[in-house]
């Protein structure tokens, strides 16, 4: 029998509980044994919940319980959850997390110290909630060298977008719809400035690279800057508006991530990654594309990533190793100021106006565009520099790379 | 250092040869050591072969050298294959294969002599090519009860349709095409009769439900009833004809699978998999749906999917459980007779007769459309035969299921 305590019953704490009791059978079969909840950590009191009997306050107990064989962390943030990790993997315990902020951030030094103690961190429900992604990536994906990792890895954004995109609401209305349908945060900033989606491109680019990247590391921009125009605009060229993290492989051997919203063509499996739905594209040498597509977020998606990585825990336990990386540093990342691709311009310009700046570029025309401002899409890869350069004496209202 | 004999230097051997050792630093690193191709088993000479001092005629020198500690089966077919595998797997050797043959037929044997005897039967390029479809089935949905698995599974067929859709090729000419560019086998029989994908089912359906299915036990229907007539009259409908092989679970725990043609809605993921791409649609209790996508077929996509179990295999010398599920039966597969859905109908009558059979359907137009015969969509889910009760009197040209 294996003992399991969690930290933390909030959304996905208590999703954990109900998925490792609801399907006890089900799971000791594929585990080989039974996997037992022991203790849930939280400091409020749950006196009429099912597991009241479990609950405890005090992580110590716990961490002296030689009994519990896996914590499983599901408090968020980055102060209380990394000391429990720390503490339970010293203790020779094994940590599964949901917690994109501590992997991004303490990754490297958490799988490390797991390694040394022959104990197991993972994390498979960091990114893409229940889409398998980071074991299909470390290891059905390892004959690769994996060139490019790019995806909708935030739900929120994904939904906020597709409503502007489908039924014509501003960016303010569609975040307003998306709070009142609990897809958003009162405070929804990590989401829509980007942060959640750095963090988790950080996460991916760790596994498919080898080489931890920090978040501060990845230039994002959220997409509180897209307008209905843009809107408009990209889909007379057929093509969709989506916040994409991406991390590309250059030959130097640094890493270029950042996230940042692109026009994404329809041919492109990502552009039908609607709503709270995320998607996930792998470039290998060897497969060429994949792509990972389901619901990136949510109680039960998210628990079932988080006890599919108990259950892998339970069933090897003492003899599977560890994923790790190597440690980041300064020549790791790169910025995006030598990353060539085509943009996307929105001008307070006329036709000819643009023209003269683009000679060759691709007009774009919506239903209301006026004389007022005009668009186009580059003919040729540009850094954002070289377009800057091109455009001087235009009044910019939107810049957006293409993905090709 | 972990040996490794490959069997049959075809296309699939051939690649592994080639990723193995092209990625040979990179591969050690993931494996925790260094993996050496030791011998190749064909019954052909290569004498310009880089590879050409590792070749063998004979299986004994493999089974006999205890250095080998894996051997890559990539010979096909269910003979020599079935017969190298158990001997290998007898002497104690790891076995690795992208052979769905075999798998499908003989996969439930295989597994439990791995089981017996301390290795493993690894077969991640038996299904999807190189997409990760049955670590993440068996590992990271394993807290999920699967309820349904659907997908594009081969893609031979995938790319006549996709060519019928775009360009209106007839079938006929669509095959041709496919022949010319590689992707049809002179004797296209086991790809567009469906062969190929009720093998890949049975594999998806074992896994995902802990019994085995046998090919026979799967009414499979293939693609070359499928006319131009039928692909326009879905376009009109906003749908599109793909192949997919399905397995489902009922309540009685009996699985219901299938191969057959169906009318997949535009706003299904799969709809969007074109050309030879593969696309897996997993339904989970916890999950939901999410699917996978990418290069079904191909020699580096199936290489690097064989080779990416090969270092799993090596990583976990001797610690790896092996995947297993239950024997089948009589009792565990169930056909389609009871499975109720909507159906695409195209008879030779008029739309009046039509309507008089199935009052209520909803009628489709296409661009030729003539007098003589004419189509519609079900309003209700019916069973075949309640359909085909219904259809009496009416010279049917096409039945084919609607999936939603």
């Known amino acids: 029998m294996v003992n399991v305590a969690i930290l933390g019953f909030g959304t996905v704490g208590s999703g954990v509980a109900e998925v490792l009791t609801g399907h006890e059978n089900s799971i000791a079969r594929k585990a080989d044994g039974l996997i037992r909840l022991k203790y849930i950590l939280d400091v409020r009191d749950f006196p009429d919940s099912p597991f009241a ?40 315990k094994s940590v599964v997390t949901s917690n994109k902020e501590l992997v991004a951030s303490h990754g490297y030094e958490l799988t490390q110290l797991a390694r040394e103690k022959g104990v197991c961190y993972l994390f498979e429900a960091s990114v893409g909630g229940g889409i398998p992604i980071i074991r299909p990536l470390s290891q059905c994906l390892a004959a690769n060298e994996i060139l490019e990792i790019y995806g909708i890895l935030n739900g929120t954004t994904n939904y906020i977008l597709t409503r502007m995109i489908r039924t014509g609401l501003t960016f303010d209305a569609a975040l307003q719809e998306a709070q009142d349908n609990g897809y958003a945060e009162r405070d929804p900033s990590a989401d829509v400035e980007g942060h959640d989606a750095c963090r988790k491109i950080c996460i991916l680019a760790a596994i498919a690279f080898g080489r931890h990247i920090y978040p501060e590391q990845v230039p994002t921009q959220g997409i509180t800057g897209v307008t209905l125009a843009d809107v408009d605009y990209a889909e007379s060229a057929g093509k969709k508006i989506k916040l ?15 996230v ?73 990342a790169c910025g995006t100021d030598d990353l060539a691709s085509r943009w996307y311009v929105r001008a307070k310009a006329s036709v000819d106006g643009l023209r003269a700046a683009l000679p060759d570029c691709k007009l774009l025309a919506r239903r209301e565009s006026g004389g007022e401002e005009s668009a186009c899409i580059t003919a040729q890869e540009l850094t954002r520099a070289e377009l800057e350069e091109k455009l001087a004496g235009l009044e910019q209202h939107s810049l957006i790379r293409v993905l090709d």
């Open 260 to 332: 940042a919203p692109h026009l994404v063509d329809q041919s492109n499996p990502l552009a039908g990654v609607e709503d709270v739905f995320n998607g996930i594209s792998v470039r290998g040498d060897a497969i060429g594309d994949v792509m990972f597509y389901g619901r990136g977020a949510g109680k039960l998606p998210t628990a079932s990533a988080v006890v599919a990585d108990v259950i892998d825990v339970a069933r090897n336990m003492g003899s599977r190793k560890a994923l790790s990386w190597e440690p980041g540093g300064e020549d790791t």
């Open 53 to 92: 009997g479990k609950f405890v306050k005090d992580f110590a107990v716990i961490e002296n319980d030689p009994e519990v064989d896996i914590v499983v962390e599901t408090i968020g943030g980055a102060k209380a959850a990394l000391d429990f990790t720390r503490r339970a993997l010293e203790a020779g």
């Open 244 to 258: 994409l993290g991406r991390a590309i492989r250059r030959e130097d051997g640094r890493v270029c991530a950042y």
